[in-house]
């Protein structure tokens, strides 16, 4: 095994997590982490080691960093002991509009690319590419809103449904400005109807998976003397997180398991939760087909006597989306919802009015 010191951290030439995370003796190994982080290579402020430090602390399984217009720590990413560590960047046009994730790249794209050119050259050169906070509405002169605007572009293989600290900045405008700096994950609500309907719409043409992301930063506000971290990265990572469903465990070489990360994300084998509400390990929503449990991000032939089934680690309220349509709730730990026909399903978890699990789609052929 070789080792790679960085300040008291050791990056591991192997993973030791050999799928110790099995849950509900089902066949499905669950993997879950934060996706979209900056570090002080951009606007963030800490360093990749402090913030690899502190995922490792909270047990998560990946971290995904994505610093601005820049890859110069690379060469950092890897197992780092049961976390895998991935640097992607963040892209964006000459406005400033039209933020990218872009993963699985050796080096930063050249600069002034449109979104469209920039997104088809992410996925010409076998990258991953997923656009972030599509549709972030701010009013604030001092915080402008960066929304994706080109829906032409089809170069993409997902999307952030729920991204943290959009939903964070759009209230501090309001007249509860203090309680937004005093309790920034209380105010999470759910992801927009708007974005919900753009990935339903999507999704009938092809697989386009949806996630939850942090875009963590730690930002420090007010000037010194008196300048305060409003946001630290641990309370970031106990909001939106995702989730990975997978029948074999991650490999422990970390080129196999980077590419193995990503073809299980881009095939929707995924959900998103807000950690703030409960913990959300051990969530399914599947059909029986041949003895064995289908999932979301993979396709099934309809049968009459098909049915889906949702289990939750605790009580909540599950609403059943197919193909865009609200078709049921019901409330409880173990549910079930007969299939209606061929189409693309997914649910909704809502607990104490609040958004708290977003499976990707099942599709029924
Ligand atoms: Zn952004
Ligand atoms: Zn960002």
């Known amino acids: 095994m070789s080792t790679f010191c960085l300040k008291g951290l050791v990056k591991s030439g192997n993973s030791t997590k050999t799928g110790n995370k099995v849950l509900h003796n089902d066949e499905f190994y669950e993997y879950c982490g934060v996706i979209h982080v900056h570090t002080s290579d951009s606007d963030g402020t800490k360093t990749h080691p402090e913030i690899i430090g502190i995922v490792q602390d909270m047990g998560l399984d990946f971290l995904l960093f994505n610093d601005h217009m820049t890859l110069k720590h690379k060469h950092l990413e890897g197992w780092y002991g049961n976390v895998l560590v ?21 080096e930063v794209l050249p600069e002034h690319l449109s979104s ?14 997923i656009i972030a906070h599509p549709d972030e509405v701010r009013t604030s002169a001092s915080l402008p809103p960066y929304p994706w605007t080109d829906w032409s572009v089809r170069d993409f293989n997902g999307i952030e449904i729920w991204n943290h600290l959009s939903a964070w900045t759009e209230g501090i405008a309001s007249s509860r400005k203090l309680w937004y700096f005093t309790h920034p994950r209380s105010f999470l609500s759910t992801p927009t109807p708007k974005i919900l309907r753009i990935w339903d719409e999507l999704n009938r043409e092809r697989p386009v998976v949806g996630i939850g992301s942090t875009d963590a930063h730690e930002h420090k506000y007010g ?12 309370v970031h990572f106990t909001t939106i997180r995702t989730h990975l469903l997978t029948r074999q465990p991650l490999p422990a070489d970390f080129p196999k398991a980077e590419k193995e990360f990503f073809r299980l994300l881009t095939n929707c084998q995924v959900y998103f939760s807000n950690y703030r509400v409960a913990q959300a390990d051990g969530f399914r929503f599947y059909v029986r087909a041949d003895q064995s449990r289908l999932i979301m991000g993979e396709t099934v032939k309809f049968r009459a006597d098909m049915n889906f089934y949702v ?34 399903y997914r649910v909704e978890v809502m607990k104490r009015g609040k958004g708290w699990i977003y499976s990707n789609h099942i599709r029924i052929i």
Do not use: W
């Open 311 to 344: 289990e939750l680690p605790e009580n909540g309220e599950v609403r059943l989306i197919g193909s865009g349509e609200h078709l049921g709730v019901k409330t409880g730990r173990t549910l079930e919802f007969r299939c209606p026909g061929p189409g693309i």
């Open 116 to 129: 469209g050119e920039y997104a088809a050259e992410v996925a010409r050169r076998g990258g991953v590419g």
């Open 86 to 106: 991935i640097m992607g960047y963040e892209i964006n046009d000459q406005d400033n509009h039209n933020h990218f994730l872009a993963y699985c790249l050796d």
């Open 223 to 234: 000037k010194f003397p008196f300048k305060v971290k409003i946001f630290p990265y641990k």
